[in-house]
């Protein structure tokens, strides 16, 4: 959001010398096939690989198996691209897969002799596995694989390297074993309705199944699972085993959870499909509003901004006289009959301007102390995190706990990061997100004032179009974020924002698209998302300025949704 209507410039456009996109893992191999690739957890150091420019190492730390790990350190010029050209046998299937982790990193192959593949993935602070398989030529007996990060991106790492296919006559690993069981199984965070679970990665598989009460009930690539659909106040019983093309390995031991008593996340009153609307008290030539002016299509309204103080971490709020109203009464009073109502009033910490800064133990206290204390002066129903100009994971997430330790279950918490914020999991938005998502209530992210980004799907996409909003929402949905907690955030009219404006119809067709696959562009998800918070709009007051054409349009959408 912006104060003054400031644009925001500049933006990451990422384009790819390749087509990339991610290859469903295969699920079988001949009982043949082996690892014809060499040194494939980097137990021996470098050997059989070659890096660019010295940026490949070995570590000790972090590991997916063994005691070793590659580390590639992109420069500005050098994507760290560490290879090795493995034996093959021509006419023949190969799956190509590895344990990575760290931001933008790339897995390939070349020189198949038919169509050279990679995949890639944003990036992820836990390992996950890439996976794509190719097939080789008539006369090829050789295949260079390779994995890489990108120019000026922070190091990433890989482990576990596996190029699946028929002996080339170079021999390799070891046959497809079955994978051992997996330990260290722990119940992470519970709602009403789901328990989030983690294990420790067992080297050699290719996924893991979870059993609830002895019972299959998901299967997963990587080493964490949320199961959903549980009832309230229950008690769970939780296994996993791994996977491979070999079989099944036994259940590992069992953990309990028992669910919530009420929804986890924050949430208050807010209904299952709400709209965000964000209140300007400062006039900036849009439409000069009072709380009481806002639409009752809007759910969750958003007061902007909280100011900074000269102690670290710490907010004040004071009433812009611009706004028109005769006292901070008045205005307290708006906000009671708004929650009388059922609709929640929030307090916006941030803004294009905004420089509260949350980096340290104290700082966060600062924060969530004067936070609450605003929540009790005004009756404000919780806090939107809006912050533009950087954020800190760590304190950030302990600050909005304490907070909501203060403010208890009923908090409603808001976020409204940025396009670029929220294009990996190891960014420090969506770290953050993922830190509080046991009080967070919904995530709308601003789809505007941005340049071309990355889908879910790896594809590149421009702003202002359905695909950009169902693309780009993919990937907190399938970043850890449940359905719920996410929603579109888009500018009310044309001078809402500098650009990425949509007309109200694209709005609903990509809340359609998420939640009943149909009104999709050229993206379709592979799933849909019933449980789609929503959206979001910058501002109730350019809303107004237009006649209000935004909330009447995409308010009955939402809350028609299923």
Same mark, same amino acid.
């Given at each position: 959001?912006?104060?003054?209507?400031? $644009?925001?410039?500049?933006?990451?456009?990422?384009?790819?010398?390749?087509?990339?996109?991610?290859?469903?893992?295969?699920?079988?191999?001949?009982?043949?096939?082996?690892?014809?690739?060499?040194?494939?957890?980097?137990?021996?150091?470098?050997?059989? $690989?070659?890096?660019?420019?010295?940026?490949?190492?070995?570590?000790?730390?972090?590991?997916?198996?063994?005691?070793?790990?590659?580390?590639?350190?992109?420069?500005?010029?050098?994507?760290?691209?560490?290879?090795?050209?493995?034996?093959?046998?021509?006419?023949?299937?190969?799956?190509?897969?590895?344990?990575?982790?760290?931001?933008?990193?790339?897995? +390939?192959?070349?020189?198949?002799?038919?169509?050279?593949?990679?995949? $890639?993935? &944003?990036?992820?602070?836990?390992?996950?596995?890439?996976?794509?398989?190719?097939?080789?030529?008539?006369?090829?007996?050789?295949?260079?694989?390779?994995?890489?990060?990108?120019?000026?991106?922070?190091?990433?790492?890989?482990?576990?390297?596996?190029?699946?296919?028929?002996?080339?006559?170079?021999?390799?690993?070891?046959?497809?074993?079955? &994978?051992?069981?997996?330990?260290?199984?722990?119940?992470?965070?519970?709602?009403?309705?789901?328990?989030?679970?983690? $294990?420790?990665?067992?080297?050699?598989?290719?996924?893991?199944?979870?059993?609830?009460?002895?019972?299959?009930?998901?299967?997963?690539?990587?080493?964490?699972?949320?199961?959903?659909?549980?009832?309230?106040?229950?008690?769970?019983?939780?296994?996993?085993?791994?996977?491979?093309?070999?079989?099944?390995?036994?259940?590992?031991?069992?953990?309990?959870?028992?669910?919530?008593?009420?929804?986890?996340? +924050?949430?208050?009153?807010?209904?299952?499909?709400?709209?965000?609307?964000?209140?300007?008290?400062?006039?900036?030539?849009?439409?000069?509003?009072?709380?009481?002016?806002?639409?009752?299509?809007?759910?969750?309204?958003?007061?902007?901004?909280?100011?900074?103080?000269?102690?670290?971490?710490?907010?004040?709020?004071?009433?812009?006289?611009?706004?028109?109203?005769?006292?901070?009464?008045?205005?307290?009073?708006?906000?009671?009959?708004?929650?009388?109502?059922?609709?929640?009033?929030?307090?916006?910490?941030?803004?294009?301007?905004?420089?509260?800064?949350?980096?340290?133990?104290?700082?966060?206290?600062?924060?969530?102390?004067?936070?609450?204390?605003?929540?009790?002066?005004?009756?404000?129903?919780?806090?939107?995190?809006?912050?533009?100009?950087?954020?800190?994971?760590?304190?950030?997430?302990?600050?909005?706990?304490?907070?909501?330790?203060?403010?208890?279950?009923?908090?409603?918490?808001?976020?409204? &990061?940025?396009?670029?914020?929220?294009?990996?999991?190891?960014?420090?938005?969506?770290?953050?997100?993922?830190?509080?998502?046991?009080?967070?209530?919904?995530?709308?992210?601003?789809?505007?004032?941005?340049?071309?980004?990355?889908?879910?799907?790896?594809?590149?996409?421009?702003?202002?179009?359905?695909?950009?909003?169902?693309?780009?929402?993919?990937?907190?949905?399938?970043?850890?974020?449940?359905?719920?907690?996410?929603?579109?955030?888009?500018?009310?009219?044309?001078?809402?924002?500098?650009?990425?404006?949509?007309?109200?119809?694209?709005?609903?067709?990509?809340?359609?698209?998420?939640?009943?696959?149909? +009104?999709?562009?050229?993206?379709?998800?592979?799933?849909?998302? &019933?449980?789609?918070?929503?959206?979001?709009?910058?501002?109730?007051?350019?809303?107004?300025?237009?006649?209000?054409?935004?909330?009447?349009?995409?308010?009955?959408?939402?809350?028609?949704?299923?």
């Amino acid at each position: 959001m912006d104060r003054a209507r400031r $644009w925001i410039k500049g933006a990451l456009a990422v384009t790819a010398a390749t087509a990339l996109g991610v290859t469903a893992l295969a699920t079988t191999a001949q009982a043949a096939d082996i690892n014809v690739a060499k040194n494939a957890g980097f137990e021996s150091d470098l050997s059989n $690989w070659t890096c660019s420019a010295g940026t490949g190492s070995v570590v000790g730390s972090p590991v997916h198996g063994g005691a070793k790990a590659l580390k590639g350190t992109p420069t500005a010029q050098d994507t760290a691209q560490c290879s090795q050209a493995v034996a093959v046998k021509p006419n023949s299937t190969y799956t190509l897969s590895s344990w990575v982790q760290g931001s933008y990193v790339y897995l +390939g192959a070349s020189g198949t002799g038919t169509t050279d593949v990679s995949t $890639w993935t &944003p990036g992820s602070s836990a390992w996950q596995q890439l996976s794509t398989t190719f097939t080789t030529g008539a006369n090829t007996t050789s295949v260079n694989v390779y994995t890489h990060g990108w120019y000026g991106q922070s190091a990433y790492y890989a482990d576990d390297v596996s190029v699946l296919g028929p002996d080339g006559g170079g021999g390799g690993g070891d046959p497809v074993v079955i &994978p051992a069981v997996p330990a260290g199984l722990a119940a992470g965070t519970a709602t009403s309705s789901s328990v989030d679970l983690s $294990w420790n990665p067992v080297s050699g598989a290719t996924g893991y199944n979870v059993y609830r009460d002895g019972s299959k009930v998901a299967s997963v690539s990587g080493a964490s699972a949320t199961v959903t659909g549980l009832a309230a106040a229950t008690s769970y019983s939780f296994q996993v085993s791994a996977t491979n093309s070999a079989g099944e390995s036994a259940k590992s031991a069992a953990v309990t959870a028992r669910t919530a008593t009420s929804g986890g996340g +924050g949430g208050g009153t807010v209904p299952k499909h709400a709209v965000t609307g964000y209140w300007q008290n400062f006039n900036n030539g849009a439409t000069v509003q009072k709380l009481r002016d806002v639409p009752s299509q809007y759910d969750i309204i958003a007061v902007s901004f909280a100011d900074a103080t000269s102690t670290p971490g710490q907010i004040s709020f004071t009433l812009d006289p611009a706004v028109g109203y005769a006292s901070a009464a008045d205005f307290k009073a708006d906000i009671a009959a708004k929650q009388a109502a059922g609709k929640s009033v929030i307090l916006s910490v941030g803004g294009e301007k905004g420089s509260v800064s949350v980096n340290s133990d104290a700082s966060a206290t600062a924060f969530a102390d004067s936070a609450y204390s605003l929540m009790q002066q005004y009756g404000f129903d919780g806090v939107d995190i809006d912050l533009e100009n950087g954020l800190n994971s760590t304190y950030m997430s302990k600050a909005l706990h304490q907070l909501s330790a203060k403010a208890g279950a009923k908090l409603v918490l808001t976020m409204a &990061p940025q396009t670029i914020d929220m294009q990996s999991t190891s960014g420090e938005y969506f770290k953050t997100a993922l830190n509080v998502k046991d009080i967070l209530t919904v995530v709308n992210m601003q789809y505007y004032n941005s340049g071309s980004m990355l889908g879910c799907d790896g594809k590149v996409y421009s702003q202002g179009s359905v695909d950009f909003l169902t693309a780009l929402a993919c990937i907190q949905l399938e970043g850890g974020l449940d359905p719920s907690q996410v929603g579109l955030g888009v500018p009310a009219s044309t001078r809402g924002a500098g650009s990425g404006y949509v007309d109200p119809s694209v709005v609903n067709n990509a809340l359609d698209c998420l939640t009943r696959g149909t +009104g999709c562009g050229s993206f379709k998800p592979a799933r849909t998302y &019933p449980g789609l918070r929503g959206a979001m709009t910058w501002s109730t007051n350019w809303d107004a300025t237009a006649g209000n054409a935004w909330s009447n349009s995409v308010g009955p959408k939402v809350h028609s949704l299923p």
